[in-house]
Structures are given as structure tokens and as C-alpha cells.
């Protein structure tokens, strides 16, 4: 009982023994039914033929004419007087002769069934009057053996017998081949499950089909593209904070055992020593990177929303970075509408700018502009960070907010990166309700564009910070 497909066709071959069984019991008694009325109604118009044929002669030589007639068939006829004294028939039958003497109540014209309980009695009787001036002068009683009928009824009964013993093969048969292929798909995905359980992810499910098997055929087959995409996501993920860990690692280490092992000047030392911090803050910078990243996995990542005044806020973040771009001689210029504000967390809010901005002064050269737009459009705040700088190219831009995924693959530290600031973007501007798009034309610049809802005027012009 352990198999689906045993466990489908015993539920299949009840289900339809129990329809096919109370088919054939009706068909039986409707066809049982019909056929003792049959042999009744004939029994009655054979013995109202012969009170029609008596009704003109009603004489001895008609009486044996009668009789004799039916002496040689399976019926037997007895005619009686209005008294219920026997005046001829064909066979004498002493069981029989309760029916003449205890006749007491009135005969319809058209005769009367006496007997039609064939499965008890020897007999099946009717009765016919015979009138003459409309006067009842005598009757004619018909009588048929039930052995007839009996023997009528176990042919019957052994053809509804062979029937059903071919019927419930064929249903057997039928329910096998139908259980099995039903069960087929089903044993299929329980191979398919238990190969994922083992960590096999290598699935191949029939998805053809419009029906409920096919659509969860198609929803392991996709369960089990995912978890190989999240595998090997994993090895890359592992790998990268691998690489990642290592590169300031290293540089610490070595620059730690220079300044251990041998005696440098004083200009030396700090010069290693300006590394070693460097690379500590590049260590420290990716951790806590990281570590946003994993809250944001477990849903624990808390967005403290409140009234934000946009344009104190794009100042302060043009006050801390136009030193920068000053530095690398790229023109930073930042355009904010009056009077907007978001429900936003201002920290967080803040990151995800100065990780858009960073990007733009890692990318952008000598000579290169770089513009922030904020404005109000309809019912959302738009800010747009776009630059002139190198741009990125085509096959890339679908995955740079991946994680760890750089358009740089050298990951050299001239650039710098980690390659999770646009992933921590695209979570934060996703857990204030945002979208972010990007738009990007190689040698030409880089478009990112950042929608909110939760826009308001501020008309006291209120500092809400």
C-alpha cells in the first residue's frame, strides 16, 4: 500500500466497481421486471383469447377444443364455472385448486393476474370471466410453471455474470494502465525532490502540458534552476569575499612585517604605515558592508522613516563631496528643487547618494561633469546622478547590481570597489519603497535614476533634520 499508483487504482477500482455494481443490480432487476411482466401479459392474453372463443360456444366439444390445445404447451389451462367447478383443462394440478374455490372477489372484464410471485410459488396465474349477455357464466384460469422463468432468469444471471467478469477485467486493465501513467509524473518529481535534498540540481521534468501535473513539473524544474543559480551564486559570493578579504590582508600583512622586520626611516614608516590604514579602512568599509547586507537577507534591516528637507540635504552632501571632485578636477554641480521633502531615513538615504556619487568620481576623469537633479514628478521624488565619465558597457549594465559583479575585472585597487555598493543601493532604495534604473552609453556617461514616493511640499520652509 506504500505506492501512489497501487493506492490510485484501488481508489479508481472501488469507485467504479461501486458505479458498475449498482449499474448492473438495476439493469438486473429492470430487465427481471420487464420480463416476468412479459410472460404474465401474454399468460392473460392467451387466456383472454380462449374466453373470446368461448363466448360463442360455450359447449363441451368447445371446453375440449380448448383443453386439447393447450395439452401440448407450456401453459395450462382450466375452465371453471361461475361457481369455481371445473369443467375441462388441460392438466390437473391439485395446488392449483385453491384457486377456484376461495375465487371471492370481482373479476374485471379484462382479466386479472391471480399469481405473480414467480420466485416463491410453482405457478403464475391469471384469470379471464367469460360473459355471455353480461353475465359472468365462467372463467378461464390460465397457469405457467415458474420452472420456465427460473430457468430464464439463471441464464440471465450467468450472462450478467460473464459481463461482469469481463467488465471488471477491462476496468483492471484500464485502471492499471491509467493509475501508472498518472503516477508516473508524480514518482518522476519525488525523484526529482530527492535528487535536490542530495544537493543534485541537475532536474529534467516534462513540462509539457496544461494540466496540474504539468504545473508542478514546471514548478520543481524552476525550484531547481534556482537553487543551481543560488549555488553557484554562493561559490561566487564565497569567492569574492574571499578575494575581497584578502587583497587588504595581504597588503596589511606585508606592509606589517616590512615595518617589523626592517629599519626604514621615519618618512618609510609612515608612508607603510598610511597603507596599513588604508587598506584597514577598506577592510572595516567592506565588513560593515557585508554585514548591512546580511540584515537586509533576513529582513532585521530597520528604515526609519521621517520628514526630510531636500535641500538641505543635497547641500550637505555637495559640501562633503566638492572637495573630492574638486581634486580630480571634475565639474560637480547639484540642482534641487525648493521646498520638497521625503519620508525617507536620512542616513540611509544618505548611502545610498554618496555610494551613486562615488561611483561617479571612481569612473569619471579630468574635464568630466557630474550633475545630481532633484525635482518633484507628479507624485514622486526623482534624483537624478548623471555623469560624462567612462560609462558602462552594454553587456554589463544588466548585472551591476548583482553582487559583487564589477565592470572592472581587474578589481584593481586604482578603481577600488568592492563590487556591493550598487547591491546595497538597489536594497535600500527598494526598502523606502523606490525604484532605481540606469542608463549608460560607453565613452559617453552614466544615468542613475532614483524614484520615491512619499513626496511632500514644505511651505514653512521647516529644517526637518
Known sequence: MSKLSLKLGIIFFVTLFCIESFMMFFLHVSLTNSRVEEELDSLQARGNSHRAILEQNFDLETLSHVALMESEARTDVVITDKDGKVLAN???????????????????????????????????????????????????????????????????????LIVGIVSGLVTIIIIIILSRKLAYPLIQMKEATLKLSKGDFTVALNTNGQDELSDLSNAIQKLSEELNHLRQERKDFLSSIAHELRTPLTFIKGYTDILYKRDLTEEAQHQYLAIIIEETNRLARLIRDLFDLAKMDENSFIVTKEPLDMTEFFANIEVKLSPAFQEKQIHFTVQCEERLTLMADSSRLEQIIMNLLNNALAYCAAGDTTTVTVKRLNQTLRIQIEDTGRGIPKIDLPFIFDRFYRVEKSRTRALGGSGIGLAIVKELVHAHGGEVTVHSVETKGTTFELLFKGVGTNDNNLINR
Open 90 to 160: 388441460s392438466q390437473f394440478h391439485p395446488e392449483t385448486e385453491d384457486y377456484f374455490t376461495n375465487l371471492k372477489k370481482s373479476i374485471p372484464y379484462m382479466g386479472l393476474i391471480l399469481e405473480d410471485n414467480w420466485e416463491r410459488e410453482a405457478f403464475i396465474a391469471t384469470i379471464s370471466p367469460i360473459q355471455k349477455d353480461q353475465t359472468t357464466i365462467g372463467y378461464v384460469f390460465m397457469f405457467q410453471n415458474t420452472e420456465s422463468i427460473h430457468a430464464l432468469m439463471e441464464r440471465l444471471n450467468k450472462h450478467f
